[in-house]
């Protein structure tokens, strides 16, 4: 049996103790069965108002070859190894489909998203990956401990997109706080986007700073503050 599409007359009611009803809406009928998964097309007589309507079964998604259990454990997997080739192995998959079951993980989690939860603390950082300068920002909430979304490069305009996209606008006018580092695309974005927000470097880039400025006794080249 396929797990990716059933093809049946989207209304054709379906009851082997009514076979009169057959050619009949289901909305005229209540309770009786209206759809039928098949490996192969089921042609049975149409309904005379929507014609034959190709529907996703309910256990996966389209254009996907896994149930949404199996992807929910490979999705598991992922997460105790924490390696994408190491998890490959155990799943028996591709790099591309672990690729794509991560994608749809991705959007499934998107889609659940609660636009009116409330988050006071929020922090904005920046994570490098791959080879090189290549940067990612991110954007988590402090409170709850968790990612809230993503978006590639560090930029001012990046870092903007990142709040606006991510958060509704009634989420934006509760934030009291951002985490963030000393960097000024990510403080611009902020200010202009959450301009009540109260901004809160972390501890590490404010004593990194001191020191680099000479600010506080032992700094660079081990040489004390002026008096």
């Not at 098949?38 to 005379?48: E, F, I, V, Y």
């Not at 709850?144 to 590639?152: A, N, R, Y």
Request: net charge positive; proline share 7%.
């Amino acid at each position: 049996m396929s797990p990716t599409t059933s093809i049946r007359p989207l209304c054709c009611v379906l009851n082997a103790g009514r076979p009169g009803l057959t050619t009949i809406c289901a909305r005229n009928a209540p309770g009786a069965i209206s759809i039928v998964a098949s490996s192969r097309p089921s042609w049975g007589p149409a309904c005379r108002t929507h014609g034959v309507k190709t529907i996703a079964a309910p256990w996966c998604e389209p254009h996907s070859r896994f149930t949404l259990a199996f992807e929910c454990f490979a999705i598991a997997v992922l997460s105790a190894t924490g390696v994408q080739a190491k998890a490959a192995r155990l799943l028996r998959l591709s790099p591309t489909q672990v690729q794509e079951v991560m994608a749809r993980a991705v959007v499934r989690g998107l889609a659940r998203r609660d636009h009116e939860r409330h988050l006071p603390h929020l922090s904005l950082d920046e994570k490098s990956f791959q080879q090189g300068h290549h940067y990612i920002s991110v954007l988590g909430d402090s409170v709850g401990k968790g990612v809230l979304d993503v978006v590639e490069g560090r930029p001012f305009e990046a870092a903007k997109s990142l709040l606006q996209t991510s958060l509704s606008l009634a989420q934006r006018e509760q934030v009291a706080s951002v985490s963030m580092d000393m960097w000024p695309a990510f403080a611009g974005a902020k200010e202009q986007v959450l301009p009540q927000a109260q901004t809160v470097h972390d501890r590490f880039p404010i004593a990194q700073y001191l020191v680099s400025h000479r600010a506080v006794p032992g700094g660079c080249g081990g040489q004390d503050a002026p008096g």
